[in-house]
């Protein structure tokens, strides 16, 4: 089992950037495959980014394609993702998960992108 703490959220204005970061517990973290989801108030949780365990194969949403980048670093157990020129519509709290024999998530962060 997986623990995942995420940080980095916080209140930015349209056009801004900010960098997630998903601090993993355990020493297998490199079987996990990654990903960052998000929930906005009202709606359910959508699919943002996934990487592959050896960071070899990332996938994006395309409503975040070109402006998001999803990254890993096995050695610090964390996993990363950089989202650039941001858009109010990106708002909500952002969830990491974790994938293998299992799923599991993060207790979110928050992003508020202020128009």
């Known amino acids: 089992q997986v623990q995942l703490v995420e940080s980095g959220g916080g209140l930015v204005q349209a056009g801004g950037s900010l960098r997630l970061s998903c601090a993993a517990s355990?020493?297998?973290?490199?079987?996990?495959?990654m990903g960052w989801f998000r929930q906005a108030p009202g709606k359910e949780r959508e699919f943002v980014a996934s990487?592959?365990?050896?960071?070899?194969?990332?996938y994006y949403a395309r409503y975040v394609k070109g402006r998001f980048t999803i990254s890993r670093d096995n050695a610090k157990n964390t996993v990363y993702l950089r989202m650039n020129s941001l858009k109010p519509e990106d708002t909500a709290v952002y969830y990491c998960?974790?994938?293998?024999?299992?799923?599991?998530w993060g207790q979110g962060t928050q992003v508020t992108v202020s128009s």
């Open positions: 990487i592959s365990r050896n960071g070899g194969r990332t």
């Open positions: 998960n974790a994938k293998y024999l299992g799923s599991y």
């Open positions: 355990g020493r297998t973290f490199s079987s996990y495959a």
